[in-house]
């Protein structure tokens, strides 16, 4: 705090404000680093708490403070995900990353909040979407952040060596292991238009619960997987082949009469979300390749769905 007989009485400390501003490229950063939006705001948090526990004078020290914050929170994420990998084999059913909605909910907290600036567009970008974040969850912590800082957040090699320890020779290999994965997992992308358009169609066939419409629109061997949280209705093993998820997809709306279906933009892509009394009870994102459905994630843990409650 300032007082008005100070230097800079009555103006924002120019250091705290460089700081804060940093925090939504560390929300960005830590989300695709462990897939988990409450994770990624822990990891925000402790990072902040780091840099306030130094002395003022420790952090003067600091050249380019958003470079040092930016590094603490990827060795958080790095040690989380060491922890994460043991916590997920006993998690009940599929864990599937958290689902994002449209950024200005997730970012400003409601829907049609602050307007979004230009550093916020990283998040629209390939790095957000389900099928990008679903192979991530195949890599080694190192390779998955040796990709990220590298290829998306364009971090050399040598500072992306700092912090997983690493010399930078080992990380340029570690990246493009990643980006191998990633090139083997991922057949060329359906224009955004054409994608929206099998969704809206696809959304329609469900609601009318048109049987063969729905497996005409998805691949013959399309995979559908659930993460249920544990939830007792949960699907707890991925289901294969277009026709047996069709035929789920029936029994689901039979269920649940009541049950609304939107159109909504999940991680950067045309998805579909599920409510029942106005609450958000699912979160489908789904992968287009061609003009045939070849993957759907549905996220039912309600942990993963509180971003997406209505209102």
Not at 51 to 66: F, H, K, L, N, T
Not at 99 to 120: F, K, M, N, Q, Y
Not at 274 to 295: K, P, S
Request: proline share 6%.
């Amino acid at each position: 705090m300032t007082t008005p007989s100070e230097p800079g009485a009555g103006r924002l400390d120019p250091s705290l404000s460089a700081i804060m501003s940093e925090r939504r490229q560390l929300i960005n950063l830590a989300y695709r680093l462990l897939g988990s939006l409450a994770d990624a705001e822990d990891v925000v948090q402790e990072t902040y708490a780091r840099w306030y526990a130094m002395s003022r004078q420790q952090q003067e020290a600091i050249d380019v403070p958003g470079a040092w914050l930016t590094k603490v929170a990827s060795r958080v994420c790095l040690d989380l995900l060491g922890s994460a990998r043991a916590r997920r084999e006993r998690y009940v059913g599929e864990w599937i990353p958290e689902p994002l909605p449209e950024r200005t909910e997730w970012i400003s907290g409601r829907p049609g909040g602050a307007t979004v600036d230009p550093a916020d567009r990283v998040t629209l970008d390939e790095s957000i979407n389900m099928a990008f974040l679903v192979v991530l969850e195949s890599m080694t912590p190192a390779e998955r952040v040796a990709l990220i800082l590298h290829d998306v957040f364009r971090y050399s090699f040598a500072e992306v060596a700092e912090i997983v320890g690493r010399t930078p020779a080992a990380c340029r290999q570690l990246a493009s292991s990643a980006r191998g994965r990633i090139r083997a997992s991922q057949p060329p992308a359906t224009p955004s238009a054409q994608r929206a358009g099998i969704v809206r169609e696809f959304k329609q066939a469900w609601e009318a619960k048109d049987i063969d419409a729905l497996i005409g629109l998805l691949a013959p061997d399309a995979t559908g997987t659930a993460d249920g949280g544990g939830l007792a209705s949960a699907v707890l093993h991925p289901v294969e082949g277009g026709e047996q998820i069709a035929h789920l997809l029936i029994d689901i709306v039979g269920k649940a009469p009541d049950l609304i279906i939107l159109e909504r933009t999940v991680n950067g892509q045309p998805g579909l979300v599920a409510q029942q009394d106005g609450l958000t009870v699912m979160v489908m994102a789904l992968d287009v390749v061609g003009d045939r459905i070849q993957h759907i994630w549905a996220v039912r843990n309600p942990e993963k769905l509180r971003p997406w409650t209505a209102g």
